[in-house]
Nanobody, 124 residues
């Protein structure tokens, strides 16, 4: 069992940067593949980024590739999402998710632990 708590969201202007954090409690954080998803206004939840257990492999949605970077610090039980060159269309609630897996998973239904989400709002 793992509990996830996101932080770092806020209101920024287009072009700004934010770094989201997701702190995990529980044991064996390094056994979990981690992902970030988001849900915008009147939109379904969509994949943003995911990373493998030790951070060696990552995957990104095309819409964020080159602007966002996912990373993790297993010693701190934390996964990060560095978001640069933010756009108004990045406005959403951002969720981190975990699953005990050796892979990099991009589908939300594969994850079984979720945080409560953190709001990111990008003004134009």
């Amino acid at each position: 069992q793992v509990q996830l708590v996101e932080s770092g969201g806020g209101l920024v202007q287009a072009g700004d940067s934010l770094r989201l954090s997701c702190a995990a409690s529980g044991r064996a954080f390094s056994s979990y593949s981690m992902g970030w998803f988001r849900q915008g206004p009147e939109k379904g939840r969509e994949f943003v980024a995911a990373t493998s257990r030790y951070g060696g492999i990552s995957s990104y949605a095309d819409s964020v590739k080159g602007r966002f970077t996912i990373s993790r610090d297993n010693a701190k039980n934390t996964v990060y999402l560095q978001m640069n060159s933010l756009k108004p269309e990045d406005t959403a609630i951002y969720y981190c998710a975990a699953v005990s897996s050796s892979g990099v998973l991009t589908t939300d239904r594969r994850y079984n632990y979720w945080g409560q989400g953190t709001q990111v709002t990008v003004s134009s």
